[in-house]
């Protein structure tokens, strides 16, 4: 199933005229009318609204509807890592707008996704660890992955779009080459691990991650500001473990918030299709 994002600026007034066009797409949600609706969206989950298991003459495919402020706060802030983790994995852009803001917050968050890989990566790596640790972002912490969900679908993505994650994230470690050098012919990469290195990298984080910093390093009592926290955790050895319990915590509230959403928006039938899907595929995944 094929899945698309709709970034809008006005929810409810494209609701209003998607509702009119394809009340189908919608479960009994849409009785509440396109308000109802864009509350629903904006207010609940990761800010986003599927319709799920449409069927088109290419197959079935599912859709999104997020609003275009909430997508840009995804994309710098990290808020959900919803949106802006499956913009870490090769996509198709079908329309991108002439956008300043929003075509920004879409390079900003490539480069947020490799400053965090690379504090997460040890000194020597393969390219393939990179790219799996890029796409495997959204999925930590997120509940879909122990019940549901391929168990190899990280590697299956990457391993299915070597080409396409080498073309999307070359241009951003061109510009982090005094950082990071990845030799795609021998498919290894090396990085400076110093804690100079790192403090910058650290320095490049999106907000909510680095507020998740601050609260760990004063857990004691103390008021470290940024600036010191960052100092520290450069210095830490054990800096790569309390951030990837923070994308955790992000991931995991944003998908089972997400989830609970979907099985309003997707309808009772709809909904029980979806997950006797997943957990098939999930059960032949465990058989390989």
């Known amino acids: ?33 396109p308000h109802f609706i864009s509350r629903i969206q904006e ?21 999104g509807v997020i609003s275009h402020s909430s997508l840009v706060a995804d994309l710098l802030d990290w808020d959900t890592l919803y949106v802006a983790g499956r913009l870490h994995k090769p996509v198709l852009m079908l329309h991108k ?3 300043e803001e929003l075509h920004t917050a879409l390079k900003l968050n490539l480069f947020f996704a490799v400053h965090t890989a690379l504090l997460l990566l040890p000194e020597l790596f393969s ?3 990179l790219y799996m640790t890029l ?29 396409e994650f080498r073309a999307l994230y070359t241009p951003i ?10 030799d795609t012919l021998q498919g290894m990469g090396e990085q400076d691990t110093s ?36 100092r520290a955790a450069a210095h830490d050895t054990d800096v790569e473990d309390v951030i990837h319990r923070g994308i955790q915590d992000i991931v995991k509230i944003s998908s089972l918030t997400q989830s609970i959403k979907g099985i ?21 995944s465990l058989q390989r």
């Open 97 to 99: 707008a002439e956008d």
């Open 43 to 63: 207010n609940w989950g990761a800010k986003i609204y599927f319709n799920t298991l449409i069927p088109t003459h290419e197959g079935m495919i599912k859709y």
């Open 195 to 230: 804690p100079p290195a790192r403090l910058y990298h650290l320095s490049m984080l999106p907000k909510r991650l680095q507020l998740m910093l601050i609260r760990e390093w004063n857990k004691d009592g103390r008021s470290r500001d940024l600036e010191d926290v960052l």
């Open 1 to 33: 199933m094929m899945d698309f994002i709709v970034a809008v600026r006005d929810p409810q007034a494209w609701h209003q005229v998607n509702m009119a066009q394809n009340p189908k797409h919608y479960s009994s949600l849409r009785l509440g009318g």
């Open 135 to 163: 796409a495997g972002l959204s999925y930590a912490g997120d509940f879909r992955m122990y019940v549901g969900e391929d168990q190899n679908k990280v590697r299956n993505i990457v391993g299915a779009q070597i080409r």
């Open 127 to 129: 390219e393939e660890q």
């Open 264 to 284: 309003m928006t997707a309808g009772a039938t709809k909904s029980v299709r979806y997950s006797w899907s997943k957990v098939k595929k999930m059960w032949k």
């Open 173 to 182: 470690l061109k510009e982090l080459e005094e950082y990071v050098i990845l």
